[in-house]
């Protein structure tokens, strides 16, 4: 075949193009391709054996804190455990990312309170004793205004949550909610807390 019979009928501007087909490899990844977009459909959005990007994140986090907490081993929620880990540098930023994730949005970033009470103040509702903040995370309070975290959190997450809110006591920062409850006693020493 010679240039000229390649050459197409129709002319743009006096210009002419070659009748080119598209290769054969291009049609079979074009059809590879649809016919793959279709299997991908259907079990992206119909098989029980799919995952949502929201169960690929609880997935991810769980690995990351059963890697985080291998070295911690089960923590127990009492007095002794509660002030040691309120001690721990390390264990503060993890604490501090499960509080402004599960906690910030009623209490405040920094715990002054906002729809959920202050907790930098020495005044308290249902605390009298460090291990009363853990009860209070894990079963909630107030008839269900405070939520129970024990079946989104695990005993580490709460423990290390309740040592942080156990930290903040004592900031006194001003929120639009004044101090509600009794005034308790300050926690013990991080000494006595040691083993």
Same mark, same amino acid.
């Given at each position: 075949?010679?240039?000229?019979?390649?050459?197409?009928? $129709?002319?743009?501007?006096?210009?002419?193009?070659?009748?080119?087909?598209?290769?054969?490899?291009? *049609?079979?990844?074009?059809?590879?391709?649809?016919?793959?977009?279709?299997?991908?459909?259907?079990?992206? $959005?119909?098989?029980?054996?799919?995952? %949502?990007? $929201?169960?690929? *994140?609880?997935?991810?986090?769980?690995?990351?804190?059963?890697?985080?907490?291998?070295?911690?081993?089960?923590?127990?929620? !009492?007095?002794?455990?509660?002030?040691?880990?309120?001690?721990?540098?390390?264990?503060?930023?993890?604490?501090?990312?499960?509080?402004?994730?599960?906690?910030?949005?009623?209490?405040?970033?920094?715990g002054e309170?906002l729809v959920?009470?202050?907790?930098?103040?020495?005044?308290?509702?249902?605390?009298?004793?460090?291990? !009363?903040?853990?009860?209070?995370?894990? !079963?909630?309070?107030?008839?269900?205004?405070?939520?129970?975290?024990?079946?989104?959190?695990?005993?580490?997450?709460?423990?290390?949550?309740?040592?942080?809110?156990?930290?903040?006591?004592?900031?006194?920062?001003?929120?639009?909610?004044?101090?509600?409850? !009794?005034?308790?006693?300050?926690?013990? %020493?991080?000494?006595?807390?040691?083993?």
């Open positions: 075949m010679s240039r000229e019979d390649r050459l197409m009928e $129709h002319e743009y501007d006096g210009i002419r193009e070659y009748d080119n087909p598209t290769p054969g490899w291009w *049609h079979a990844i074009f059809i590879g391709t649809v016919l793959f977009s279709i299997v991908y459909f259907v079990f992206w $959005h119909f098989s029980p054996m799919a995952y %949502s990007v $929201h169960e690929a *994140h609880e997935a991810a986090v769980t690995r990351e804190f059963r890697r985080l907490f291998a070295d911690l081993g089960e923590l127990a929620p !009492d007095e002794r455990t509660l002030l040691t880990v309120t001690a721990d540098e390390r264990w503060r930023a993890v604490a501090a990312g499960v509080f402004t994730a599960n906690c910030a949005q009623c209490h405040g970033q920094r309170g959920g009470p202050n907790l930098t103040d020495d005044a308290y509702k249902w605390v009298k004793r460090v291990e !009363d903040v853990y009860a209070v995370v894990a !079963d909630g309070a107030a008839a269900g205004a405070m939520p129970a975290w024990n079946r989104r959190l695990s005993t580490n997450e709460m423990i290390l949550v309740a040592s942080y809110v156990a930290r903040m006591r004592g900031q006194s920062l001003s929120g639009p909610r004044g101090a509600e409850g !009794d005034a308790i006693p300050p926690w013990p %020493s991080v000494e006595a807390g040691t083993p």
